[in-house]
């Protein structure tokens, strides 16, 4: 069974940066990307950036270009995100999702989900 354990989540001041981690294990192959969604109460779960695995091509929401990076040095079904200048409308839940299918901001690519890391932002 996939297990998905999301850390670095946290408090930051507008403007700051923080980098989330991601592993997932129970899967004995490499899944084909990974990605990274965010949600906030009431609203739908939103593709914020995504990756093929080995450092494959990336991909990233409108409202993150250039801000939000997939670090390509990730470890097998593992994933990070650096946020940078973070604005208060970037706090939410955070979730990252393994693939075998291509690496996009369609949640419908995606099965498997762990519990997220809170990102709160102060103004």
């Known amino acids: 069974q996939v297990q998905l354990v999301e850390s670095g989540g946290g408090s930051v001041q507008a403007g700051g940066s923080l980098r989330l981690s991601c592993t997932a294990s129970g899967y004995t192959g490499t899944f084909a990307s990974m990605g990274w969604f965010r949600q906030v109460p009431g609203k739908e779960r939103e593709g914020v950036a995504a990756m093929y695995a080995g450092g494959g091509a990336t991909f990233y929401g409108d409202s993150v270009k250039g801000r939000f990076t997939i670090p390509r040095d990730n470890a097998k079904n593992t994933v990070s995100l650096q946020m940078n200048v973070l604005p208060p409308e970037d706090a939410a839940m955070y979730y990252c999702?393994?693939?075998?299918?291509?690496?996009?901001?369609?949640?419908?690519?995606?099965?498997?989900w762990g519990q997220g890391t809170e990102v709160t932002i102060s103004s």
């Open positions: 999702t393994p693939s075998n299918r291509r690496a996009s901001l369609d949640i419908e690519d995606y099965n498997y």
